[in-house]
């Protein structure tokens, strides 16, 4: 038997020991902890909905009309109203014909990948993939061919050189440690030429990104075709919680046969569905918020120039600060928490080795005062944190 102790203490000796955080309130860009309040860069709640009053409101509305759990699978007696309303208007909103909600985005992904694919077929997916669908791939059983980040030269070679019976390209729109986009003209072009399917992974592009905050994908593809599967979760710029999958009929269908993670599962409960109306209102006129959000991400992009303080080509609200040892992005977020700011350290294996970073993420809540406050930080403390021991 492993001995866990021991396995956990060598995880602390190289600095990749993980712990959670215990908020005593809401979720917001000032957030308390052990009764202290602290300045948050560290959460994907881009646009501020999280704690939003209309968002309350509604959920409050959903627990008295539909009750608090959903008390079944959707295929059981679990499917409310709720959730139908929902699918509709997240489908209207992305073009496509049909959505589906899933419980996480995790789900969602693990769901439409061992749906679509099995022994036998290849499924290509970029080197920064989030684990969900790194972790699909593996359950489904399919080979998994990985090309490196964003080359499409490489990922065509790789299409062309398949001889599997189905084929399906996975890639993130936003990708969450780096923050930049995916390049999905040229790769739907390469999924059509190959007959595959296209699954994007938009958790950190909807809401955000495109007209309306369609997302990255429906802003590069529009309403798509039948080939493209959109995944996009709701607990990020929405500020509520779970994921949605839009598609073609036959698709959405298929999913509702064949996806282990919507078929054995309760549902959501209906009121967080509820109360994703509503977000999804605000979200639909919230170009102020997105035009706040963008202000931000130049401001602190500007500021950072100046400072000389390093980040990745990220034109998003993931704003990553490039480190490279584990014990230096530790020391560098302890040193930034001891002045009453909260940034997460990124380490292995979530990034590669030598690639570890504190990630920003900015929210349209953001002050210009608040962003100041950070980079002044991170002008005092950067240099200072690089010279620790990995």
């Known amino acids: 038997m492993q001995d866990l102790a021991a396995a956990l203490s060598a995880r602390k000796q190289q600095q990749l020991y993980r712990t959670r955080l215990t908020l005593d309130g809401p979720q917001g860009v000032v957030v308390s902890i052990d009764g202290r ?9 881009y646009l501020g909905l999280a704690n939003h009053p209309q968002l309350i409101a509604a959920f409050k509305e959903g627990v008295d009309r539909f009750g608090v759990g959903s008390g079944a699978a959707h295929l059981i007696t679990g499917h409310s109203y709720a959730h139908q309303a929902l699918e509709e208007e997240l489908a209207a909103f992305v073009g496509r014909p049909r959505a589906l909600l899933f419980s996480t985005g995790y789900m969602a992904n693990l769901g439409v990948v061992t749906a679509l694919t099995g022994r036998g077929d290849e499924i290509f997916e970029d080197r920064l993939n989030h684990a969900s669908l790194i972790d699909a791939a593996a359950l489904s059983t399919a080979k998994l061919v990985r090309y490196p980040h964003n080359d499409m030269q490489a990922l065509q070679q790789k299409l062309s050189a398949s001889r599997a019976r189905q084929r399906l390209i996975a890639s993130d729109g936003v990708f969450s440690m780096d923050g930049d986009c995916a390049r999905l003209v040229p790769m739907q072009a390469l999924a059509r030429q190959s007959d595959a399917w296209l699954l994007v992974d938009d958790a950190h592009g909807f809401g955000v990104l495109g007209e309306q905050g369609q997302g990255w ?3 590069q593809l529009g309403a798509g075709t039948d080939n493209l599967v959109l995944m996009a979760t709701l607990g990020k710029a929405l500020g509520t919680g779970g994921a949605f ?3 073609s009929e036959a698709l959405i269908e298929t999913l509702i046969q064949q996806a282990r993670t919507f078929v054995y599962t309760t549902a959501a409960p209906p009121a967080l569905a509820w109360a994703t109306r509503a977000a999804l209102r605000l979200v639909q006129a919230g170009d102020g918020l997105r035009e706040r ?5 130049d401001y602190f992009r500007r500021g950072a120039a100046e400072l000389d303080v390093p980040l990745m080509a990220s034109e998003t609200a993931i704003q990553p600060v490039v480190v490279g040892a584990a014990g230096a992005a530790l020391a560098l977020s302890a040193a930034l928490r001891q002045r009453g700011l909260l940034v997460t350290a990124i380490r292995p294996p979530t990034v590669p080795q030598g690639a570890s970073r504190l990630r920003v993420t900015l929210s349209a809540s953001h002050s210009i005062e608040q962003l100041d406050r950070l980079l002044g930080a991170l002008a005092d403390c950067y240099r200072e944190c690089l010279h620790v021991v990995p």
């Not at 309040?37 to 709640?45: A, E, G, H, Q, V």
């Open 37 to 45: 309040d602290y300045l948050s860069f560290c959460s994907n709640d």
């Open 217 to 219: 994908c429906v802003d």
């Open 245 to 247: 999958v839009a598609g």
């Open 293 to 297: 959000l963008l202000r931000n991400i």
